[in-house]
């Protein structure tokens, strides 16, 4: 299917016109978020950061959702996800991008959820990465793509420095480079995000690294 993309033009990702991933008509029924949901418990917020009786020490500190995950944006995402489509996502991403929320603080530095190797051997890309950049580029933030890596759980400990094998290392989630997040404001970024353990569990791992506080930031969300 992705070859098909790369010879023949564009089509509407939803309604399969012709001419772009996304056709203007489908994109009126795009849903953005103009508030944001707490983290943990799921009611909304309106500056989307993590209710005061929701918080911990180690747990997400606000969370900034940019699209609902319904029809046409999840037939985008899922064309994006399946069919490879690097350019439809560079067209997605760079159209999300432009609706970063009002109540959004600015970071230190976006950091991507990564990818297993082996899973992005298959993807061929991070979506997640690829967004975090077009973010970072319009919100003129860093994006720190080696901070946080994931790695199989048995391959870790014999592959890291003493130092690094007694921090935490969970689902996968090492942060390499410490100093990069030290008391530090980070976007946690991730491309869709259904349940928020992934991010949950990275957020976890930066803020035991020195992460002064920790937001989550989800392309689309459902709702
Ligand atoms: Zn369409
Ligand atoms: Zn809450």
């Known amino acids: 299917m992705f070859i098909d993309d790369l010879l023949f033009p ?29 983290p943990i418990c799921d009611r909304p917020t309106n500056d989307g950061k993590t209710h005061d009786v929701c918080r911990s020490p180690l747990g997400l500190d606000g969370f900034i959702p940019i699209v609902q995950y319904r029809e046409p944006a999840s037939d985008l995402m899922k064309k994006i996800k399946y ?3 690097c350019d439809a996502a560079r067209e997605a991403y760079s159209m999300f991008s432009l609706h970063w929320p009002d109540f959004a603080p600015s970071f230190d530095a976006l950091i991507p959820v990564p990818m297993h190797p082996k899973k992005l051997r298959v993807r061929g890309f991070n979506q997640a990465e690829l967004f975090a ?12 793509t080696d901070a946080l890596v994931k ?20 689902q996968g989630f090492v942060c390499l480079h410490k100093k990069d997040v030290q008391k530090k404001k980070i976007g ?6 259904t349940t928020r353990t992934t991010l949950s569990l990275a957020c976890e791992v930066l803020k035991k690294a020195g992460a002064k506080e920790v937001w989550g930031v989800v392309l689309a969300h459902s709702f």
Request: with cysteine; aromatic share 8%; net charge positive.
């Open 133 to 144: 950049h077009h973010l970072g580029r319009l919100n003129r933030t860093p994006v720190l």
């Open 10 to 38: 564009k089509r509407c990702a939803s309604c399969d016109a012709w001419g772009s991933y996304l056709c203007d008509l489908c994109k009126q029924e795009l849903r953005y978020f103009d508030f944001s949901l707490c």
């Open 83 to 85: 069919a490879r489509v």
């Open 188 to 193: 946690l970024v991730d491309d869709v995000a």
């Open 151 to 170: 790695i199989r759980e048995t391959a870790s400990q014999a592959s890291l420095k003493v130092d690094d094998r007694k921090q935490n290392l969970q």
